[in-house]
């Protein structure tokens, strides 16, 4: 049994920022690609970076140059540094870590004040 805990989300103005950690635990070695996905209200989730084993990483276009993702595979945790956030990026954040299967987290809120 595998399970992904997030921490980090909340309320954050305009401008500001935060950091989102999503640590594994469970019956597994290592994983895969790691990443994080997002929903907001009324719309699909979609990726916002993902980080493979080796640490080759992959943003969405719209958080490019703000989000920064990393990891530590001793811990098999995935990290999200979120800086100069927007109001259009108030939505549910999901990490993800692939083995033989894709596993989620049940989600942490980041919600960004105007």
């Known amino acids: 049994q595998v399970q992904l805990v997030e921490s980090g989300g909340g309320l954050v103005q305009a401008g500001g920022s935060l950091r989102l950690s999503c640590a594994a635990s469970g019956n597994i070695f290592s994983f895969n690609a790691m990443g994080w996905y997002r929903q907001a209200p009324g719309k699909q989730r979609q990726l916002v970076a993902d980080?493979?084993?080796?640490?080759?990483?992959n943003y969405a276009v719209s958080v490019k140059g703000r989000f920064t993702i990393s990891r530590d595979n001793a811990k098999n945790t995935v990290y999200l540094q979120l800086n100069s956030l927007k109001p259009e990026d108030t939505a549910v954040y999901y990490c993800y870590a692939e083995a033989a299967y894709v596993y989620w987290g049940p989600g942490t809120q980041v919600t960004v004040s105007s």
């Open positions: 980080i493979t084993s080796g640490g080759s990483t």
